[in-house]
């Protein structure tokens, strides 16, 4: 939600702004929504699942005697 949210107004500019971007020096700072969020969800998701391997030690083990995660 925080993201899209973020996200919305920089694909949406106003029309002062929208009509700036036109300029090719400027161009660079269009955004594409759908692109931003797709690679934003991809890269939360994916960092998410690796993390998740990593917490794999059994909760039951003392922390003294678990190997660190890397």
Same mark, same amino acid.
């Given at each position: 939600m &925080? &993201? @899209?949210a973020g996200l919305w107004p920089f694909a949406h $500019? !106003?029309?002062a702004v929208a009509q *700036? /971007? /036109?300029d090719p020096e400027l *161009?660079? @700072?269009r955004v594409d929504f759908a692109d931003r969020l797709s690679r934003a969800l991809h890269i939360t998701v994916t960092g998410l699942v =690796?993390? !998740?391997v990593r917490? @794999? *030690?059994d $909760? =039951? @083990?003392p922390r003294s005697s678990r190997r660190? !995660? =890397?």
């Amino acid at each position: 939600m &925080l &993201l @899209t949210a973020g996200l919305w107004p920089f694909a949406h $500019p !106003s029309p002062a702004v929208a009509q *700036a /971007q /036109q300029d090719p020096e400027l *161009a660079h @700072t269009r955004v594409d929504f759908a692109d931003r969020l797709s690679r934003a969800l991809h890269i939360t998701v994916t960092g998410l699942v =690796r993390g !998740s391997v990593r917490c @794999t *030690a059994d $909760p =039951r @083990t003392p922390r003294s005697s678990r190997r660190p !995660s =890397r």
